[in-house]
Each structure stands twice: as structure tokens, then as C-alpha cells.
Nanobody, 115 residues
Framework: QVQLVESGGGTVQPGGSLRLSCAASGSIFSRNAVAWYRQAPGKVREFVAR???????NYADSVKGRFSISRTYANHTWYLQMNSLKHADTAVYYC?????????WGQGTQVTVST
């Protein structure tokens, strides 16, 4: 059983920053990919950023240059540093872990960008 626990969401003004964290526990296959997705009200869940095992991060065009994904392999934790936040970034953010053919999801954390 794998569990993902997210933290770090909240409300921030446009131009501000937030850092999301996701910690995985349980039986985790070592060679895994970690990612972040988000879902805004009335929209489908969309890809934000991903780091494959031993690979380089990649990002959705909408967040390139503003968001940065990182991970620590030792304790199965990954992060999403979000800078220069915009109203359009308002969404529930979900962390994702892919081990082989199995995908795990966090419970989601709300990020609201508002004046």
C-alpha cells in the first residue's frame, strides 16, 4: 500500500510564491517517476511537471520558467516551487507517483491566487 501526503497549499496574491510538498510512504518501487497535476473548477486535470527516475524535469508550457519540480530519492519526497503565480494557476494540485504500471495520487491541496 502506497500513500501520498501533500502539504503547502494556500492563498497567495498574484506574483507571489508557494511551495508544495509530497511525501510517499509504503512499498515503493525504487525506479519511479514523480509528478504534479492540477485541476481547476470545471476543467479536466492537467499535467504540470514531472521528473522521471534519474532523468530531467519537464514542464507544461503554461508554467515553464515559473515553476520548478525537485525530488529527494532517499525519503521519497518531491516538491513544486511555484513563483510568479497568476490567477490562472488557481486549482487543486495533486501529486502523482508512477511505479511500473501503477499510478498513485495524493489527496490534493488547494492553491488559490487572489487579490
Amino acid at each position: 500500500q502506497v500513500q501520498l501526503v501533500e502539504s503547502g497549499g494556500g492563498t497567495v496574491q498574484p506574483g507571489g510564491s508557494l511551495r508544495l510538498s509530497c511525501a510517499a510512504s509504503g512499498s515503493i518501487f525504487s525506479r519511479n517517476a514523480v509528478a504534479w497535476y492540477r485541476q481547476a473548477p470545471g476543467k479536466v486535470r492537467e499535467f504540470v511537471a514531472r521528473i522521471p527516475y534519474g532523468g530531467l524535469p519537464n514542464y507544461a508550457d503554461s508554467v515553464k520558467g515559473r515553476f520548478s519540480i525537485s525530488r529527494t530519492y532517499a525519503n521519497h519526497t518531491w516538491y513544486l516551487q511555484m513563483n510568479s503565480l497568476k490567477h490562472a494557476d488557481t486549482a487543486v494540485y495533486y501529486c502523482n507517483l508512477v511505479c511500473g504500471t501503477t499510478s498513485y495520487w495524493g489527496q490534493g491541496t488547494q492553491v488559490t491566487v487572489s487579490t
